[in-house]
């Protein structure tokens, strides 16, 4: 068995060697280039799996170290964001613009947007609505006034026409009472010639708008309205009044004049009276 001596002088001898090997190997090291891209690697590697399982938003590109937005993707399946997969998303970015600027440009080269020409815009604003040329407000209101200027040539034109058929005109209505009234006096109790010209105002298709402008040219809104020669006798109360006082035939000789003759009829008997 060896001494304690013995045994102290081989541990120093190991010591010593262990110091030694270590001392020259730190040496040698320090000599070798370094490649930090293994630890880089790993650390990025590292980092990026721990990015995706926690949702942080942003990866780390290996060799790098940066960090990028989470929209560029593993493109080439390496299993890493590096600078190739950055360059990749760079290159689609630019074509997805690229596509996107000749859609735009086939657009406008089939509807160019163009804007009006000086000549064809007047005003601009609240009050210059519907000054440019053409435009939509003033063609309206130019349209509806030149159809009512048309239409009211048409009743104008069609009011002389019947006013024209007979010295006497009676504008009616079929359901009106007081038109009837007025009717039965004039047409069964008197024989007038030539014979009375009816207008039933709800049958013609100008009905209402001659109805108006009998308003307007006789004072007189409502039916019946008997004229002689284009003037208003009156309703229906102005004809009976006139026939109760024995007056009717010498206002309506008055107003016909020559041209109109006018009988009063006795029932039940053939005899007329000539006035």
Known sequence: MPSARRVRLLMMVVIAAVITTLFFTSQMRS????DNRTVHDFFGKTMNGL????GSGQVVMSGKGTTVDSTV??????GSVDEDDEQLAKEMADRLRAAEQKAKDLANAKAPLKPDSPSEVIGVGSSAGGQKKGGAKGSSKEDEDSKESEEDREV??????????SPVVIFSKTFCPYSKRAK????EKYSIDPAPYVVELDEHPLGKQLQAR???KTGRKTVPNIM???KSVGGSDEIAELDSRKTLIDKFKAMGGKQLS???????NAKEKQE
Do not use: W
Not at 51 to 54: A, E, F, L, P, V
């Open 184 to 187: 039965g006096v004039l047409l």
């Open 73 to 78: 993707k593993d493109k080439d399946g390496d």
């Open 214 to 216: 009998l308003g307007v």
């Open 156 to 165: 104008e034109a069609t009011l002389n026409t019947i006013l024209k058929k």
């Open 262 to 268: 006018m009988k009063e009829r006795f029932v039940g």
């Open 51 to 54: 990015g995706s399982q926690q």
């Open 31 to 34: 000599t070798i280039p370094h």
């Open 228 to 230: 002689i020669n284009g």
